[in-house]
Nanobody, 121 residues
Framework: QAQLVESGGGLVQPGGSLRLSCAAS????????MSWVRQAPGKGLEWVSD????????YYADSVKGRFTISRDNAKNTLYLQMNSLKPEDTAVYYC??????????????WGQGTQVTVSS
């Protein structure tokens, strides 16, 4: 069974930065596209970013484009989300999610437990 464990969340001031990590196990990490999805308090799930198997193709929601960077280290079976210029509206639980295959179609079959990111002054 696939397992995804997020870490790196916390409290940060507006304009600050955080780097989230997602440790993957139980599957061939390098064969699957990966995504970050978030859920703000009282809100539904919002897709944040996708990355292809090799890391060369990335996509971002308009709300985070230019501020967030998704990356992966296949040798370490780890997905990352570098978040810069954080805004209060970025406050959410952030989940990493495994795509069903190597395509970035937003079809997820495994999710991490989530890590809380709170942006507040």
């Amino acid at each position: 069974q696939a397992q995804l464990v997020e870490s790196g969340g916390g409290l940060v001031q507006p304009g600050g930065s955080l780097r989230l990590s997602c440790a993957a196990s139980g599957f061939t990490f390098s064969s699957y596209a990966m995504s970050w999805v978030r859920q703000a308090p009282g809100k539904g799930l919002e897709w944040v970013s996708d990355i292809n198997t090799g890391g060369g193709s990335t996509y971002y929601a308009d709300s985070v484009k230019g501020r967030f960077t998704i990356s992966r280290d296949n040798a370490k079976n780890t997905l990352y989300l570098q978040m810069n210029s954080l805004k209060p509206e970025d406050t959410a639980v952030y989940y990493c999610a495994k795509d069903r295959d190597g395509n970035m179609y937003g079809r997820y079959d495994y999710w991490g437990q989530g890590t809380q990111v709170t942006v507040s002054s």
